[in-house]
């Protein structure tokens, strides 16, 4: 397939890694548990499998974390892009609701309805719910996805058609520990 001349002109063009949701002031926290994946490593390049569709399924990686501090009262999972040539990181998943008692989600546990009793799916790209999975632009270059799982002392109360905005103003000091796992597409 010949190079994409729209991606290729984008190449430079970057939302960058302190757009992302992890830089925010009000939700730092020690990263005192971690997240992995059995479907990529840190760094390494997700599956085609995971990949996003505008029509058609939307499998999200399965997940797993270590055990979260004491305290922890929700944790919450919020999937971003900082590459995608836009002043801010597109998001492919924001989900409230995670049991801090669970070990990990399963693959494709990022449905909207979720198979996972509590999850909460917050509006993503193209008004979805649930796992938007990678789709950047061909030929702009490798995208990352960065996984961040963040630890709640308390539970937020919000609307079931939150945002990204709702959520991020009902987490703010209430972050007690966080965890990241990022993966990497592309579309030559």
């Known amino acids: 397939m010949p190079a994409n001349p729209l991606g290729r002109a984008l190449r430079n063009r970057r939302a960058g890694h302190h757009t992302l949701v992890w830089a925010r ?13 059995p479907a990529f490593d840190h760094g390494a390049p997700i599956p085609e499998r995971h990949r996003g569709r505008l029509f058609g399924p939307n499998i999200s990686p399965a997940l797993a974390w270590t055990t979260p501090p004491a305290g922890t009262a929700e944790l ?11 002043g801010k990181p597109a998001t492919h998943a924001l989900t409230l609701g995670i049991d801090p008692s669970l070990r990990g989600i399963p693959e494709n546990g990022l449905t909207d309805p979720s198979p996972i009793r509590g999850l909460k799916h917050g509006k993503g790209p193209l008004g979805r719910r649930g796992w938007a999975g990678p789709m950047p632009v061909r030929s702009h270059g490798p995208h990352s996805y960065v996984f961040q ?37 592309e579309i030559r």
């Open 76 to 86: 919450v999972l919020i999937v971003q892009d900082p590459d995608v040539p836009l």
């Open 149 to 185: 799982l963040f630890a709640l002392d308390s539970r937020p109360d919000l609307p079931a058609k939150f945002t990204l905005a709702d959520a991020l103003h009902a987490m703010a000091g209430h972050v007690i520990a966080r965890a990241r796992l990022d993966g990497t597409y």
């Open 25 to 37: 002031p009000d939700l730092q926290a020690p990263e005192t548990f971690t997240l992995t994946s």
